[in-house]
């Protein structure tokens, strides 16, 4: 990633949370970078300047945007799931 210019698409204050919407833009072919996530281990305060950030380049922030928007329908993928562990 050219790190001259990246982007911060979302923050936080749970290092889990932020590990999984890192996963979620690799998977989609999207490089990015938690900033802060050591700090935040050694040092678990709450406050501004320790805040998890998910940087991407500049050329794929909008990308990423749209799927960090993107919701999660939990019934429709209950309902998907049922279908497809239906026995015959």
Request: with cysteine; charged share 30%.
């Given at each position: 990633?050219?790190?001259?210019?990246?982007?911060?698409?979302?923050?936080?204050?749970n290092?889990?949370?932020?590990?999984?919407?890192?996963?979620?833009?690799?998977?989609?072919?999207?490089?990015?970078?938690l900033i802060?996530?050591?700090?935040?281990?050694?040092?678990?305060?709450?406050?501004?300047?320790?805040?998890?950030?998910?940087?991407v380049?500049?050329k794929?922030?909008?990308?990423?945007?749209?799927?960090?928007?993107?919701?999660?329908?939990?019934?429709?993928f209950?309902?998907?799931?049922?279908?497809r562990?239906k026995?015959?």
């Amino acid at each position: 990633m050219d790190k001259s210019k990246v982007v911060v698409v979302k923050k936080f204050t749970n290092a889990g949370e932020a590990m999984i919407y890192q996963t979620l833009l690799a998977s989609n072919g999207i490089e990015c970078e938690l900033i802060n996530e050591t700090a935040f281990d050694i040092m678990p305060m709450q406050n501004e300047w320790l805040e998890i950030k998910l940087v991407v380049a500049e050329k794929d922030a909008e990308a990423a945007k749209a799927i960090l928007a993107a919701k999660f329908d939990q019934q429709e993928f209950e309902t998907e799931s049922a279908k497809r562990h239906k026995k015959p």
